[in-house]
C-alpha cells in the first residue's frame, strides 16, 4: 500500500511539473527582450541596398507577395507585391497553418522600426508572439545589423496594399514547442567582398540555401545532410525534391565551372525569358529562380567558392517523383 501511494505521488509530481512547465513555456515565452528604440534613416543608399537584399538575396518577396505557381518557379504576381497571404500549411508538410505577414506599410503602419528588427532577427513579433521559423529569423539575426536597416528602410517604401491577413495556426503540441524557438539576434559584420570564402558563407545564410538544400527533421537540418540535397516539396502533381549542392562529382556539381554556375541564375534574368506554364502532371519548383537572378555576379561567384569549400556530399537525389494517381 505504501509503494503505491509512493508511485501516485510520484506520478502527481510529475503531472504537476508538467503543467508548471507548459505554463512556463506557454506564458514566459518567447523572451527575445524588449524591441530596441531606434530610427532607421530612410537614406537612398539604405534603400537601394534593401531592394537588392529584400528581392535578390535574402528573397523576403518571396514569401511576403503572391506567386502564380502555374508558372515554372511560381513567378511573383503583378498584384499585391509585399502584401502577403501566401500560406504554408498540413498539405505542404507544415504543423498547422501558417501566412506570411502583409509587409506592405499598410501592414506594418502601427510598427516601430525596434519592432520590426525584433520580428526580422529573432522571430517575435509586435504582441510578443512567436513566428513559425519559416520566417527565417535564426539565418537573419546573424547578418550584420546594418543590412537588416537596410531592408526595413526599403520595405517602409512598398506601395501600400490594403489586405488582411488570417492569423496563423500552429498544431498541438508546436503551439507550445513554437515559443521555445525565437532566440536573441548574434549580429555578424558583412565581410569583405575580397575575402571571398567568408563573403559567399555570409550571402549563402543570407539567401537561406541550407535550409532548403539538406535533409530536415521536424523542421531542423539533420547534422551531416548540409547542402547535399534531398528536402522534400509536397506539389498537387508529386513530390520535388532539392538537388546536391556540394562539389560531389557524381551526385552533386562538382563539374560545374564557375561560369556555368553563374550561368545557371543568370539565364533568368534574361528580358526574353518568360517563365512557361507547368502541364498538368509537371514538376515545378518552389526556387526562386527569377529572383535569385538578380543577384549580381560577383555575389554569385563568391557563392559558388564557398560551396565550392564545403565537405563533399555523395548523396544521390531522384528529382521529382509523380503521383500516382495522374
Keep these: 500500500m505504501k509503494a503505491f501511494t509512493f508511485t501516485l505521488a510520484i506520478l502527481g509530481i510529475v503531472i504537476l511539473l508538467a503543467i508548471i512547465s507548459g505554463i512556463y513555456v506557454k506564458v514566459a515565452l518567447p523572451n527575445t527582450g524588449k524591441p530596441e528604440s531606434i530610427t532607421v534613416l530612410p537614406t537612398k543608399q539604405r534603400i537601394e541596398n534593401g531592394r537588392y537584399l529584400a528581392n535578390h538575396v535574402a528573397v523576403c518577396m518571396d514569401c511576403h507577395s503572391s506567386r502564380d505557381w502555374i508558372r515554372f518557379a511560381g513567378p511573383m504576381k503583378n498584384e499585391g507585391f509585399g502584401a502577403g497571404g501566401e500560406v504554408f500549411n498540413k498539405e505542404m508538410g507544415f504543423p ?6 502583409n509587409i506592405t506599410p499598410y501592414g506594418l503602419k502601427e510598427w516601430t522600426d525596434g519592432e520590426l528588427l525584433r520580428a526580422i532577427t529573432t ?3 509586435k504582441d510578443g508572439r512567436a513566428l513559425f521559423p519559416i520566417m527565417a529569423s535564426h539565418r537573419f539575426g546573424k547578418m550584420d545589423k546594418e543590412d537588416i536597416y537596410d531592408i526595413i528602410a526599403y520595405i ?25 524557438m525565437p532566440k536573441k539576434a548574434d549580429f555578424q559584420s558583412k565581410p569583405s567582398q575580397m575575402e571571398t570564402i567568408k563573403y559567399g558563407a555570409y550571402l549563402v545564410n543570407a539567401a537561406g540555401c541550407v535550409d532548403c538544400h ?9 547534422k551531416g545532410t548540409e547542402f547535399g540535397g534531398g528536402m522534400e516539396f509536397k506539389q498537387p502533381a508529386g513530390t520535388v525534391r532539392s538537388p546536391n549542392i556540394t562539389f560531389e562529382h557524381s551526385t552533386g556539381i562538382a563539374t560545374w565551372s564557375k561560369a556555368a554556375f553563374v550561368q545557371r541564375f543568370k ?21 526562386p529562380w527569377i529572383m535569385y537572378a538578380g543577384m549580381n555576379k560577383p555575389d554569385l ?3 559558388y567558392d564557398y ?15 509523380a503521383n500516382k494517381a495522374l
Design 96 to 101: 498547422g497553418s501558417f501566412y506570411a505577414a
Design 123 to 125: 522571430g517575435v513579433n
Design 156 to 180: 517602409r517604401t512598398l506601395k501600400p496594399v490594403e489586405k488582411d491577413i488570417p492569423k496563423s495556426e500552429a498544431d498541438f503540441p508546436v503551439n507550445f514547442i513554437i515559443n521555445t
Design 214 to 222: 539538406s535533409q530536415t527533421e521536424k523542421g531542423s537540418v539533420i
Design 267 to 287: 539565364m533568368y534574368a534574361d528580358t526574353a525569358y518568360h517563365s512557361p506554364k507547368v502541364e498538368k502532371g509537371g514538376m515545378n519548383t518552389p526556387m
Design 301 to 303: 561567384e563568391a557563392i
Design 307 to 321: 560551396l565550392k569549400s564545403l565537405k563533399p556530399i555523395q548523396n544521390q537525389v531522384v528529382k521529382f517523383s
